[in-house]
């Protein structure tokens, strides 16, 4: 894996732990307020997920190779080169000792 897809891979996990942590609080605050239950949450979740999934069934039916293969074609053309990475990739992140920072 090359410096990029880990840069990538490192900024989704980066997202998706902050997206994780306010949906809980916000959960948690409408809960505390009494403004829903956890159940009423819960089956608003479960519903989501369902619908959800039908729209991804519905649409991977719609999809043939050649939309796969223009897809990758895109991926592999936009993908940066190493001498391409700006401040802004590494812009919140340190590697320098403790204390340091």
């Known amino acids: 894996m090359n410096s990029i897809s880990k840069i990538t891979i490192k900024k989704l996990k980066s997202k998706l732990l902050t997206q994780s942590l306010v949906t809980q609080s916000l ?3 409408l809960i505390e307020k009494k403004i829903f239950t956890r159940e009423e949450i819960l089956d608003k979740i479960d519903f989501n997920m369902e619908l959800w ?38 812009s919140g992140l340190y590697y320098g000792p403790m204390g340091e920072c």
Request: net charge negative.
């Open 27 to 29: 959960m948690d605050l």
């Open 53 to 90: 999934e039908e729209v991804v069934a519905e649409n991977k039916e719609r999809i043939t190779d050649a939309d796969v293969d223009v897809l990758n074609e895109i991926l592999e053309t936009d993908v940066l080169e190493e001498s391409e990475l700006g401040e802004d990739v590494f």
